[in-house]
């Protein structure tokens, strides 16, 4: 993940990621899940496994939660001017 935001900075791309921990790394933006959820969704699964329900009747399931972060440090670094709008509708804005 470091290599690849450092790749892009070097080359000053502005990269939209697939997961937060992207541009809390330091990218420009990502819109998607987070990383530790579908870990929480197993951890859930196998406390109802333990609890004694059958795995084939589990319901399947998916991330539902996307978010989009914003990183105004790397804007700023790349000279970009993110708009208001934009601001406004992001679920986390890193100063």
Known sequence: MQQL???AARHTLPAVYPF???A???GL??????????YQLAGIYAGRILK???PADLPVQQVTKIEMVINLKTAKALGLTIPEVLLATADEVIQ
Request: net charge neutral; aromatic share 14%; no cysteine.
């Open 5 to 7: 935001v450092a790749l």
């Open 20 to 22: 937060r921990e992207f």
């Open 52 to 54: 004694g329900d059958k």
């Open 29 to 38: 933006m990502s819109y998607g899940s987070n990383l530790g959820y579908p």
């Open 24 to 26: 809390g790394a330091g």
